[in-house]
């Protein structure tokens, strides 16, 4: 009996967990989202990178100084992809958006890229942010992606990769 009540509690436990880790992924992408429509796409990478390591199960520290960081440390290589082919498909009410895409420059590169979805007033609507597929693309490769999105209505979308960094 005393072994069942310790289940029972160590399964309530994990239930818990599991729900405070997926209100605390919402709270985040609102952040996310509300970073990114005020043109603060640093700040949001690092809430990502927290939205990512929750749904790893791990813990990540954010940069307290994403913009001195990045100054210090990375050229953003962004110009050095090449996307192609993007198409976006929805089933009844989530979809993807897909494409390729090729590293034109000399050297092996990593990072996150994002996409920016707007409005016919050029407002952002819905942004949502990836890993370079893999390990990263070296020289002259082409690779697929594909960005799981929301259904929703824009007039047109972007691409940006301020963390796209020599691998």
């Given at each position: 009996m005393r072994m069942k009540g310790l289940l029972l509690v160590a399964a309530a436990s994990l239930l818990l967990t599991a729900c405070s880790t997926e209100g605390r992924i919402e709270e985040l992408q609102k952040e996310v989202d509300g970073l990114a429509a005020k043109g603060k796409y640093l700040e949001a990478v690092e809430a990502q990178k927290e939205i990512n390591a929750l749904r790893k199960g791990e813990?990540?520290?954010?940069?307290?100084?994403?913009?001195?960081?990045a100054e210090l440390h990375y050229k953003s290589n962004f110009e050095y992809i090449e996307i192609t082919n993007t198409t976006v498909n929805y089933n009844s009410i989530t979809g993807d958006l897909t494409g390729q895409m090729t590293n034109i420059g000399s050297k092996p590169l990593d990072g996150y890229f994002s996409v920016y979805f707007f409005d016919d007033d050029g407002n952002i609507v819905k942004n949502y942010m990836t890993h370079i597929p893999g390990d990263g693309i070296n020289p002259g490769e082409t690779k697929n992606f594909s960005v799981s999105i929301n259904k929703f209505d824009y007039s047109y979308y972007e691409f940006q990769g301020e963390t796209i960094r020599e691998k």
């Open positions: 813990k990540y520290i954010r940069d307290e100084d994403p913009e001195k960081t």
